[in-house]
Protein backbone atom coordinates (compact mmCIF):
# COMPACT_ATOMS: atom_id res chain seq x y z
CA UNK A 1 0.00 0.00 0.00
CA UNK A 2 1.57 3.27 -1.19
CA UNK A 3 1.40 6.28 1.74
CA UNK A 4 0.03 9.14 1.85
CA UNK A 5 2.38 11.58 0.51
CA UNK A 6 2.58 15.98 1.30
CA UNK A 7 1.57 18.04 -1.89
CA UNK A 8 4.02 20.90 -0.40
CA UNK A 9 6.20 19.40 2.53
CA UNK A 10 8.42 22.65 2.24
CA UNK A 11 5.42 25.14 2.88
CA UNK A 12 3.86 22.79 5.58
CA UNK A 13 7.49 22.70 7.05
CA UNK A 14 7.59 26.68 7.56
CA UNK A 15 4.05 26.50 9.12
CA UNK A 16 4.57 23.56 11.47
CA UNK A 17 8.03 24.91 13.01
CA UNK A 18 7.07 28.77 13.19
CA UNK A 19 4.18 27.55 15.32
CA UNK A 20 6.55 25.40 17.38
CA UNK A 21 9.17 28.24 18.04
CA UNK A 22 5.94 30.76 18.84
CA UNK A 23 4.31 27.68 21.07
CA UNK A 24 7.70 27.14 22.99
CA UNK A 25 8.15 30.68 23.93
CA UNK A 26 4.17 31.12 25.18
CA UNK A 27 4.76 28.06 27.57
CA UNK A 28 7.58 29.65 29.17
CA UNK A 29 5.49 32.89 29.34
CA UNK A 30 3.03 30.20 30.71
CA UNK A 31 5.10 28.97 33.50
CA UNK A 32 6.13 31.89 34.44
CA UNK A 33 2.63 33.36 35.05
CA UNK A 34 1.33 30.04 36.53
CA UNK A 35 4.46 30.39 38.63
CA UNK A 36 3.59 33.60 39.61
CA UNK A 37 0.51 32.35 41.35
CA UNK A 38 -1.93 33.23 38.20
CA UNK A 39 -4.33 30.50 37.89
CA UNK A 40 -4.65 28.68 34.79
CA UNK A 41 -7.74 29.53 34.29
CA UNK A 42 -6.83 32.87 34.51
CA UNK A 43 -4.39 32.37 31.69
CA UNK A 44 -6.46 30.73 29.58
CA UNK A 45 -9.10 33.93 29.10
CA UNK A 46 -6.07 35.87 28.46
CA UNK A 47 -4.72 33.40 26.01
CA UNK A 48 -7.49 33.59 24.01
CA UNK A 49 -8.78 37.26 24.49
CA UNK A 50 -5.72 38.86 23.42
CA UNK A 51 -5.07 36.38 20.25
CA UNK A 52 -8.86 37.17 19.55
CA UNK A 53 -7.47 40.71 18.02
CA UNK A 54 -4.72 38.52 16.37
CA UNK A 55 -7.35 36.38 14.43
CA UNK A 56 -9.63 38.87 13.71
CA UNK A 57 -6.99 41.13 12.28
CA UNK A 58 -5.94 38.11 9.77
CA UNK A 59 -9.43 37.48 9.04
CA UNK A 60 -9.87 41.44 7.85
CA UNK A 61 -7.03 40.60 5.41
CA UNK A 62 -8.68 37.89 3.32
CA UNK A 63 -10.05 38.51 0.37
CA UNK A 64 -13.44 37.53 1.54
CA UNK A 65 -13.60 37.84 4.98
CA UNK A 66 -17.09 38.13 5.99
CA UNK A 67 -17.57 34.62 4.81
CA UNK A 68 -14.95 33.07 7.22
CA UNK A 69 -17.64 34.10 10.09
CA UNK A 70 -19.71 31.53 8.50
CA UNK A 71 -19.27 27.79 8.94
CA UNK A 72 -20.76 24.48 7.77
CA UNK A 73 -20.29 22.83 10.92
CA UNK A 74 -21.03 24.90 14.52
CA UNK A 75 -21.15 21.64 16.27
CA UNK A 76 -17.99 20.31 15.34
CA UNK A 77 -16.73 23.83 16.30
CA UNK A 78 -18.04 23.23 19.85
CA UNK A 79 -16.73 19.87 20.27
CA UNK A 80 -13.17 20.89 19.08
CA UNK A 81 -12.97 23.86 21.26
CA UNK A 82 -14.13 21.87 24.50
CA UNK A 83 -11.60 19.43 23.80
CA UNK A 84 -8.91 22.05 22.78
CA UNK A 85 -9.28 24.03 25.80
CA UNK A 86 -9.18 20.86 28.29
CA UNK A 87 -6.02 20.04 26.51
CA UNK A 88 -4.69 23.39 27.29
CA UNK A 89 -5.37 23.69 30.57
CA UNK A 90 -3.86 20.24 30.91
CA UNK A 91 -0.79 21.59 29.26
CA UNK A 92 -0.85 24.68 31.48
CA UNK A 93 -1.20 22.60 34.16
CA UNK A 94 1.58 20.08 33.64
CA UNK A 95 4.25 23.45 33.17
CA UNK A 96 3.33 24.33 36.54
CA UNK A 97 3.70 20.99 38.07
CA UNK A 98 6.93 20.00 35.60
CA UNK A 99 10.27 21.03 34.50
CA UNK A 100 9.45 22.32 30.86
CA UNK A 101 12.07 20.10 29.58
CA UNK A 102 9.93 16.89 31.07
CA UNK A 103 6.30 18.47 30.69
CA UNK A 104 7.39 18.60 26.52
CA UNK A 105 8.64 15.36 26.53
CA UNK A 106 5.62 13.83 28.17
CA UNK A 107 3.75 15.84 25.45
CA UNK A 108 5.33 13.83 22.96
CA UNK A 109 3.06 10.86 23.55
CA UNK A 110 0.33 12.97 21.44
CA UNK A 111 2.48 12.26 18.40
CA UNK A 112 2.28 8.84 19.05
CA UNK A 113 -1.55 8.69 19.76
CA UNK A 114 -2.15 11.31 16.29
CA UNK A 115 -0.55 8.34 14.11
CA UNK A 116 -2.50 5.98 15.18
CA UNK A 117 -5.54 7.66 14.98
CA UNK A 118 -5.14 9.18 11.82
CA UNK A 119 -5.47 6.06 9.84
CA UNK A 120 -8.49 4.57 11.31
CA UNK A 121 -10.20 8.18 11.77
CA UNK A 122 -8.42 10.13 8.54
CA UNK A 123 -8.39 6.79 6.64
CA UNK A 124 -4.51 8.41 5.99
CA UNK A 125 -1.55 5.80 4.58
CA UNK A 126 1.23 5.89 7.47
CA UNK A 127 4.17 4.46 5.60
CA UNK A 128 7.01 2.89 7.38
CA UNK A 129 8.76 5.99 7.17
CA UNK A 130 6.97 7.75 8.97
CA UNK A 131 6.09 5.03 11.15
CA UNK A 132 9.96 4.31 11.59
CA UNK A 133 10.10 8.48 12.45
CA UNK A 134 7.39 8.64 15.07
CA UNK A 135 8.93 5.08 16.66
CA UNK A 136 12.26 6.94 16.76
CA UNK A 137 11.51 10.27 18.18
CA UNK A 138 9.46 7.95 20.43
CA UNK A 139 12.83 6.53 21.64
CA UNK A 140 13.89 9.68 22.32
CA UNK A 141 10.82 10.95 24.49
CA UNK A 142 11.85 7.46 26.52
CA UNK A 143 15.04 8.30 27.18
CA UNK A 144 14.44 11.75 28.06
CA UNK A 145 11.08 10.87 30.33
CA UNK A 146 13.25 7.75 31.99
CA UNK A 147 11.48 7.78 35.71
CA UNK A 148 13.59 8.79 38.27
CA UNK A 149 12.72 9.13 42.01
CA UNK A 150 11.82 12.70 41.93
CA UNK A 151 9.04 11.89 39.14
CA UNK A 152 5.87 14.03 39.56
CA UNK A 153 3.41 11.07 39.24
CA UNK A 154 0.47 13.56 39.28
CA UNK A 155 2.32 16.22 37.05
CA UNK A 156 2.95 13.02 34.49
CA UNK A 157 -0.96 12.17 34.10
CA UNK A 158 -2.02 15.63 33.48
CA UNK A 159 1.06 15.77 30.57
CA UNK A 160 -0.26 12.33 29.02
CA UNK A 161 -3.66 13.55 29.30
CA UNK A 162 -2.87 16.60 27.72
CA UNK A 163 -1.55 15.17 24.68
CA UNK A 164 -4.25 12.89 24.35
CA UNK A 165 -6.89 15.21 24.09
CA UNK A 166 -4.54 17.14 21.86
CA UNK A 167 -4.56 14.22 19.23
CA UNK A 168 -8.06 14.33 19.50
CA UNK A 169 -8.19 17.76 18.61
CA UNK A 170 -5.60 17.93 15.85
CA UNK A 171 -7.97 14.67 14.28
CA UNK A 172 -11.07 17.12 14.73
CA UNK A 173 -9.31 20.22 12.98
CA UNK A 174 -7.69 17.78 9.75
CA UNK A 175 -11.43 16.56 9.15
CA UNK A 176 -13.09 19.97 9.35
CA UNK A 177 -10.26 21.61 7.39
CA UNK A 178 -11.90 19.63 4.02
CA UNK A 179 -14.87 22.31 3.99
CA UNK A 180 -13.68 24.76 6.84
CA UNK A 181 -11.03 27.74 6.37
CA UNK A 182 -7.89 27.09 8.66
CA UNK A 183 -8.82 30.92 10.08
CA UNK A 184 -12.56 29.86 10.64
CA UNK A 185 -11.48 26.76 12.61
CA UNK A 186 -9.15 29.61 14.93
CA UNK A 187 -11.72 32.21 15.35
CA UNK A 188 -14.03 29.49 16.78
CA UNK A 189 -11.50 27.94 19.24
CA UNK A 190 -10.91 31.15 20.73
CA UNK A 191 -14.25 32.23 20.90
CA UNK A 192 -14.85 28.41 22.45
CA UNK A 193 -12.03 29.55 25.07
CA UNK A 194 -12.98 33.17 26.15
CA UNK A 195 -16.37 31.62 27.18
CA UNK A 196 -15.26 29.10 29.00
CA UNK A 197 -12.54 30.47 30.97
CA UNK A 198 -14.83 33.54 31.29
CA UNK A 199 -17.09 31.37 33.29
CA UNK A 200 -14.69 29.83 35.64
CA UNK A 201 -12.88 33.16 36.22
CA UNK A 202 -14.46 34.29 39.01
CA UNK A 203 -14.21 31.70 40.75
CA UNK A 204 -10.27 31.27 40.49
CA UNK A 205 -9.31 35.35 39.96
CA UNK A 206 -5.98 36.27 40.96
CA UNK A 207 -5.02 39.97 40.94
CA UNK A 208 -1.81 40.99 39.04
CA UNK A 209 0.15 42.60 41.09
CA UNK A 210 3.64 42.04 38.72
CA UNK A 211 3.90 44.65 35.75
CA UNK A 212 6.61 41.22 34.48
CA UNK A 213 3.08 38.67 35.07
CA UNK A 214 1.19 41.16 33.14
CA UNK A 215 3.93 41.32 30.21
CA UNK A 216 3.83 37.52 29.97
CA UNK A 217 0.06 37.46 29.64
CA UNK A 218 0.11 39.75 26.61
CA UNK A 219 3.09 37.77 25.07
CA UNK A 220 0.63 34.14 26.24
CA UNK A 221 -1.86 35.96 24.28
CA UNK A 222 -0.79 36.91 21.25
CA UNK A 223 2.23 34.45 20.24
CA UNK A 224 -0.43 31.55 21.47
CA UNK A 225 -2.95 33.29 18.48
CA UNK A 226 -0.36 33.34 15.82
CA UNK A 227 0.95 29.52 16.90
CA UNK A 228 -2.49 28.47 16.76
CA UNK A 229 -3.00 29.98 13.53
CA UNK A 230 -0.16 28.29 12.11
CA UNK A 231 -0.58 24.95 13.32
CA UNK A 232 -3.76 24.68 12.39
CA UNK A 233 -3.01 25.95 8.83
CA UNK A 234 -0.43 22.97 8.86
CA UNK A 235 -2.85 20.39 9.93
CA UNK A 236 -5.69 20.93 7.61
CA UNK A 237 -2.95 20.83 4.70
CA UNK A 238 -1.00 17.91 5.37
CA UNK A 239 -0.83 14.32 6.79
CA UNK A 240 -1.52 14.41 10.64
CA UNK A 241 1.88 11.50 10.71
CA UNK A 242 3.88 14.52 8.90
CA UNK A 243 2.37 17.78 10.78
CA UNK A 244 3.26 15.62 14.31
CA UNK A 245 6.43 15.37 13.92
CA UNK A 246 7.92 18.77 14.07
CA UNK A 247 6.40 19.41 17.25
CA UNK A 248 9.89 17.55 18.39
CA UNK A 249 11.97 20.49 18.13
CA UNK A 250 10.27 22.21 20.78
CA UNK A 251 12.00 20.00 23.25
CA UNK A 252 14.96 21.91 22.25
CA UNK A 253 13.60 25.22 23.63
CA UNK A 254 11.95 23.44 26.20
CA UNK A 255 15.56 22.33 27.46
CA UNK A 256 17.32 25.93 27.00
CA UNK A 257 14.54 27.70 29.18
CA UNK A 258 14.93 25.24 31.65
CA UNK A 259 19.33 26.25 31.70
CA UNK A 260 18.59 30.00 31.26
CA UNK A 261 15.68 30.30 33.69
CA UNK A 262 15.26 28.24 36.17
CA UNK A 263 19.07 26.93 36.41
CA UNK A 264 17.85 23.21 35.51
CA UNK A 265 20.58 21.12 33.76
CA UNK A 266 19.61 18.23 32.08
CA UNK A 267 21.25 15.03 32.29
CA UNK A 268 22.90 13.64 29.41
CA UNK A 269 19.77 11.19 28.40
CA UNK A 270 18.44 14.04 27.85
CA UNK A 271 20.81 15.72 25.12
CA UNK A 272 20.69 12.07 24.05
CA UNK A 273 16.93 11.65 23.73
CA UNK A 274 17.03 15.62 21.93
CA UNK A 275 19.21 14.68 19.37
CA UNK A 276 17.14 11.43 18.67
CA UNK A 277 14.13 13.47 17.87
CA UNK A 278 15.46 16.16 16.01
CA UNK A 279 16.82 13.65 13.87
CA UNK A 280 13.59 11.65 13.45
CA UNK A 281 11.84 14.53 12.58
CA UNK A 282 14.84 16.22 9.65
CA UNK A 283 14.49 12.30 8.14
CA UNK A 284 11.17 12.17 7.21
CA UNK A 285 11.06 16.18 5.65
CA UNK A 286 14.55 15.12 4.17
CA UNK A 287 12.53 12.47 2.52
CA UNK A 288 9.59 14.32 1.48
CA UNK A 289 11.48 16.97 -0.45
CA UNK A 290 13.84 14.08 -2.24
CA UNK A 291 10.57 11.78 -2.95
CA UNK A 292 9.14 15.86 -4.50
CA UNK A 293 12.06 16.76 -6.04
CA UNK A 294 11.79 20.17 -7.91
CA UNK A 295 7.82 20.84 -7.31
CA UNK A 296 8.26 20.46 -3.13
CA UNK A 297 11.20 23.14 -4.05
CA UNK A 298 9.81 25.83 -6.12
CA UNK A 299 6.71 25.96 -3.78
CA UNK A 300 8.63 26.65 -0.97
CA UNK A 301 7.60 30.03 -0.45
CA UNK A 302 3.82 29.56 -1.80
CA UNK A 303 1.69 30.46 1.02
CA UNK A 304 -1.38 30.09 -0.89
CA UNK A 305 -3.39 26.69 0.63
CA UNK A 306 -2.82 23.48 -0.68
CA UNK A 307 -6.42 21.52 -0.17
CA UNK A 308 -8.57 25.20 -1.02
CA UNK A 309 -11.88 25.70 1.03
CA UNK A 310 -14.85 26.46 -0.85
CA UNK A 311 -14.49 30.56 -0.45
CA UNK A 312 -10.95 29.85 -1.56
CA UNK A 313 -12.46 28.51 -4.79
CA UNK A 314 -15.66 30.62 -5.10
CA UNK A 315 -13.13 33.77 -4.59
CA UNK A 316 -10.18 31.87 -7.26
CA UNK A 317 -11.23 32.91 -11.10
CA UNK A 318 -12.15 29.74 -13.38
CA UNK A 319 -9.14 28.19 -14.50
CA UNK A 320 -9.22 27.22 -18.14
CA UNK A 321 -7.94 23.98 -19.09
CA UNK A 322 -5.02 23.46 -21.44
CA UNK A 323 -6.69 22.20 -24.88
CA UNK A 324 -8.35 26.37 -24.42
CA UNK A 325 -5.42 27.36 -23.69
CA UNK A 326 -4.47 25.62 -27.40
CA UNK A 327 -7.28 26.78 -28.94
CA UNK A 328 -6.87 30.36 -27.72
CA UNK A 329 -3.57 30.43 -29.09
CA UNK A 330 -4.33 28.98 -32.51
CA UNK A 331 -7.24 31.50 -32.72
CA UNK A 332 -4.54 34.19 -32.07
CA UNK A 333 -1.96 33.13 -34.59
CA UNK A 334 -4.57 33.22 -37.24
CA UNK A 335 -5.82 36.87 -36.56
CA UNK A 336 -2.21 37.98 -36.61
CA UNK A 337 -1.69 35.91 -40.17
CA UNK A 338 -5.51 37.48 -40.95
Not at 247 to 268: N, R
Amino acid sequence: MSETHVTNPMQVFVFALTSTILFSFMNLAVKYAAESGIHITQIILFRNLLALPVVLLLISRHVDSQSLLCTQKPLAHMVRGLIGVSAMACFFLSFKMLPLGDATALHFASPIILTALSVPFLKETVGPWRWGAVVVGLIGVIIIASPTGDTNVMGSIIALTAALLAAIAAILVRRMGETEHSLTIVLYFTVCGIIASFILCPFFWQPIDNVWVFYALLCIGILGGLAQFLLTKAYSQAPAAYVSVFSYASIVFAIGFDIIFWMQFPEWNVWLGSAIIVASGLLILYREVVHKGRQARLSMYGLTPIRPTKVDLEAQPPRRRKSDRVNNSDTDSKDEKT
